[in-house]
């Protein structure tokens, strides 16, 4: 689409499921790109020899639109001498390669193939990619020496304004590995991560685990039922409500780990915060809710398939949580709010507290109980699984007596 862009327009572009472009009226070939997690890029369009191309020009807000129109107008300037602008600005990114070859990327890429030697390789591509998310767009290119403490914060209030609180953590303390070893390497003198956890503290602490009162649960389930989205983020939604698996542990399932006939879901070692293989006994809920999606996806690896790589990737880490935001729980209510929900709902109910740990894959420290969770426990959880999906779909509870006898108010 296209329109008069101006700072308050581009600032209350809305996300949306997919990227998408919105073309600025009053500069030629100049568009802004809205991506998925919120994040918004200036490009230009241009012909040369006949040949149609694109160039970046920034990220906004740290591009303003009037610096992006600037750059436009140079590029146009540019192409009226019969210059290629793609080939000038290589030109120019040789100069300033030559002047600083110690780039926050570059150090952070050292780091990582440093750290890698002790690191799984699944986690040392999360490391990356999150750093290829959140941070390499804003100072990525910037001198590590130059960066300041006000221009990290910023970076990580993008991630927090997201509600991706685990995220903020994670992202927070691989930089601050990063900023050590430039330390380390006398790049830098100071390390501006220092101190960051302060700033961000109240949120890293609670909000990743925000969860809805029990007595809302119904709301919620209407919600997911009713709202228009994705097959495969509703079906995410609901086996997040049914096994209250971890995010990443639902992202990343894969067909050949369930089991329609033992009615198991078998998550491997690697893919588990313990590095243990996880059995999550299927009720009939989710059994159903995984047989509809099938259909779409069962014939790719993953079950919760990327629309625009299905073959190679699932849908993004943020897909389910956007959901919730679309469906009005934004700052209520969280992916991981639902492994919060089910403890409560299931020590209200009066399960075994050595059967609800073991459903949660937490680690237990007692010795004692140690020797009796080496068993799965998996009749006992099995059953207790189906009264906590046939409890969610009833969320007054009128049709289960609970173990121990507790009313839930």
């Known amino acids: 689409m296209k329109e008069k862009l101006d700072h308050k327009t581009i600032e209350n ?16 070939g100049l568009f802004i790109l809205v991506h998925t997690n919120g994040s918004k890029y200036f490009r230009i369009n241009f012909t040369f020899e006949s040949k149609q191309k694109t160039l970046a020009l920034g990220v906004f807000p740290n591009v303003s639109l009037i610096a992006a129109r600037l750059e436009a107008a140079k590029i146009r300037s540019q192409l009226s001498e019969n210059k290629n602008p793609s080939k000038e600005r290589k030109k120019g990114k040789g ?26 390789p699944d986690y040392t591509k999360d490391v990356l990619k999150s750093l290829e998310f959140n941070v390499f767009p804003y100072i990525g290119d910037k001198p590590i ?52 956890e302060l700033v961000l503290k109240k949120h890293t602490s609670t909000e990743n685990f925000n969860s809805i009162d029990i007595k809302e649960l119904p ?18 939604l609901l086996l997040a409500l049914y096994t209250f698996v971890r995010t990443s542990e639902i992202r990343f399932a894969r067909w050949d780990e369930i089991s329609f006939i033992d009615k198991q879901w078998l998550i491997p070692a690697e893919r588990m915060k313990m590095n ?17 999606l099938h259909p779409i996806t069962g014939h790719f690896p993953f079950v919760f398939a990327s629309r625009s790589k299905p073959d190679t990737k699932p849908f993004s880490e943020n897909a389910m949580l956007y959901a919730l935001y679309r469906m009005g729980y934004r700052g209520k209510h969280t992916v991981h709010g639902f492994r919060h929900l089910a403890t409560t709902i299931l020590n209200e109910l009066g399960f075994e507290r050595r059967h609800i740990e073991k459903q949660m894959s937490h680690v237990i420290k007692n010795s004692t109980e140690k020797r009796y ?14 009264i906590y999906a046939d409890y969610v779909d009833k969320s007054d509870g009128s049709n289960i007596v609970p173990i121990g006898h507790k009313k839930i108010n």
Request: charged share 35%.
């Open 13 to 28: 572009l809305p996300i949306k499921d997919k990227p998408y472009k919105v073309h600025d009226s009053m500069t030629k």
């Open 95 to 120: 100069k300033a390669n030559n002047q600083n070859k110690h780039t926050f990327k570059k150090i952070a890429l050292k780091w990582i193939e440093l750290k890698s030697n002790e690191w799984k």
């Open 145 to 196: 020496n130059k960066i300041k403490p006000k221009k990290l914060t910023k970076v990580l209030e993008k991630i927090e304004k997201r509600g991706s609180y685990e995220t903020l953590k994670k992202v927070r303390q691989r930089c601050n590995g990063i900023f050590i070893y430039a330390k380390v390497k006398q790049l830098i003198k100071s390390n501006p991560c220092e101190g960051q």
């Open 219 to 236: 709301q919620l389930i209407e919600a997911i039922h009713t709202t228009a989205m994705e097959l495969t983020t509703k079906t995410g």
């Open 276 to 292: 243990k293989d996880h059995i999550v006994p299927l009720s009939k809920q989710a059994i159903k809710a995984l047989k509809d």
């Open 373 to 386: 969770n080496r068993a799965e426990f998996i009749q006992d959880r099995t059953a207790m699984m189906q």
